[in-house]
Structures are given as C-alpha cells and as structure tokens.
C-alpha cells in the first residue's frame, strides 16, 4: 500500500533559509516513475516529491505530472550527529491511482541538495543513481527498482520484545 524510503545525509552545516523554494536549502527529493515507462521527459505516472531539512515537520511539495496528489503523503525528520535523515511514507495510491503489485518495476532515484552557506541557490546536489545533471526531468537516468510485499516486518506474533508468551 505504501512506498517507503529512508534517506540518511551526511551533512556538516544544516541551512534553511529560502522559504518556497524548498531544493535551494538542505533537502531531499525523490522522484518516483510509477510505471516505469523509462521515457526521456516526464510523463503522468512521474513524480517528483521534496522535503527540507528542518526541526519541525513542515509541508513537502510535489511535482505530479497526473492526477495523483499530496494525501497521505507523511514524513519524519531528524537531525543526527553528522547531518539528518528523513522516513517518508508515499502512499502508492497517490503516485498511481492504483494498487501496486509485487514484482511491478518502477523507476527510481533520491537528490540530495546541499546549502552551506544560505542565501538564494544550493551549492550542490548529488544523486544516488542518475549522473545526468538534467535527470530531475528524465525517468530514462533512474534507476529501476522492484515492489515486493512482505508480511516478515509487519504484526509480528509474538510482538517484538514481548515475553512470556506463547510463540
């Protein structure tokens, strides 16, 4: 039902000061090709979501290229010893309208933006996969991941640290 992505930054001076252009700051952007169509500019199955780093929790913004929206969209941050890291929860149903199934591809990848000195622009960005600077806007350079489901994480009997009980 949902995707779920864990991003860890290493990151020695956290910056947020441009408020409404969330990828000039310290931040985090995932780009998800619901159906992996793999195409060269984006489609409507293609997303692109952005969380800054901050110390509280604020609105992430989105760039959908079809129906799909915000909702159910949630995250955590926090700050480490050397950066911050982000759980964040995409509801499948917002990025494709549809049940996801095990074994589906989709394309993948995660930016990072760094800013170490404030003011209006990042001073860099990486990505996990793709190596085109363009690649923001072209599905063709993420990487292609796999759905599985899994029950092994989930109502675990007896409950994670429960004693006493029978197994």
Known sequence: ENLYVLVIVKDEAL???TPGSLWQDDSVE???DGD???GSSVDGNDHQYTFRWNT???DPTAIHNGAPSLEGVEYAVATTDDGYLFEIKLPWMSIMGEPATPGQE???????????DG?????SQVSWHSTDGNGWQDPS???VAVLEASD???NPAPADGAIHTET
């Open 152 to 154: 092994k994480a989930a």
């Open 36 to 38: 992996n169509s793999n």
């Open 15 to 17: 910056v947020n000061d």
């Open 119 to 123: 003011g209006a622009s990042r001073e």
């Open 30 to 32: 995932v780009y998800v």
């Open 141 to 143: 350079v993420w990487a």
């Open 106 to 116: 989709i394309g993948f990848d995660v930016w990072i933006n760094d800013d170490d």
């Open 56 to 58: 509280v929790v604020e």
